[in-house]
């Protein structure tokens, strides 16, 4: 079972605010910002879970990596990471017994925040592992800035790291139910190095 987690979730506070209970269903590291998603019961949530667990949900995050890279790189070309993850006490680690986890890649290009430069990558995660992203791009040679978890050098930002959930698309039926940061919180969320295009 393991050490139960004593850090705050927003699942924690948002009751608080609305007076109703609400049941999760797109969640985020904490040290991840971006989109969540939450249910007001339990059945909406479990439609939810269930559109999720079968692909109908484009998942669409913005991460930064250093301007280095250890690896070759192709801007705006698209790479597949395929591993078989197994979740430990404190990150995921690849093994044979382990479940499938699929993200789509794509570096988009370079930025500069406060006289650095990053690479901007655009991620499409086709499964939802805990950590998946992490876990891949520290694996092809591409820490996620401010990840020392999975091998980044030093602090992005306090208790954060340079990834963002920043759209989810419903798919049903051809039609498209789009999810995106909304407008007011985008200078809160420093969308001038987070541009997604």
Known sequence: MGVKDKRPIAASFIPHLEKKSLYPVHRLDLEVSGLLVFAKNATTQRILTDTFENRAVKKTYIALSDEKPISPLNFNQQVTWKNLLVKGKKRVF??????????IAEPHKIITWKDRNYILWNLYPETGRPHQLRFHMSKAGFPIAGDIKYGYHQIFLSQSIALRAVALEFLDKNIVNRLDIPQGFRVTLREDYWQHE
């Open 94 to 103: 690849e093994a044979p017994h382990g479940k499938s986890a699929i993200t």
